[in-house]
């Protein structure tokens, strides 16, 4: 099995910055795509950012030039450096991680708990 462990949310002033980050653990042999998407309240979850093995990254239109997606692939985790944050920002932040468990094998799809950004004007 995999999990999951995200961390870094928390209450920040407009302007200001986060870090999250996002571990994997278990039975791993290849991750593919690793992203964060966030779900603010009443409104359906989003894609914020992702890179892929090959680091190619994609970011949401309204964070680019704010937030920069990154991976240390030898520790299985992501990070999410939000800066120029916006009252627009709050929401709960999910990370996650498409895995090969083994070889050969199918890819998984599995997300973090989610952690709340809350960005204060």
């Not at 892929?52 to 450096?81: C, E, H, M, P, W």
Request: aromatic share 10%.
């Amino acid at each position: 099995q995999v999990q999951l462990v995200s961390s870094g949310g928390g209450l920040v002033q407009a302007g200001g910055s986060l870090r999250l980050s996002c571990a994997a653990s278990g039975s791993i042999f290849r991750l593919n795509v690793m992203g964060w998407y966030r779900q603010a309240a009443g409104k359906q979850r989003e894609l914020v950012a992702q890179i892929t093995s090959g680091d190619t990254r994609n970011y949401a239109d309204s964070v680019k030039g704010r937030f920069t997606i990154s991976s240390d692939n030898a520790k299985n985790t992501v990070y999410l450096q939000m800066n120029s944050l916006k009252p627009e920002d709050t929401a709960v932040y999910y990370c996650y991680f498409q895995i090969q468990r083994v070889f050969p094998g199918a890819l998984h799809d599995y997300w973090g708990q989610g952690t709340q950004v809350t960005v204060s004007s």
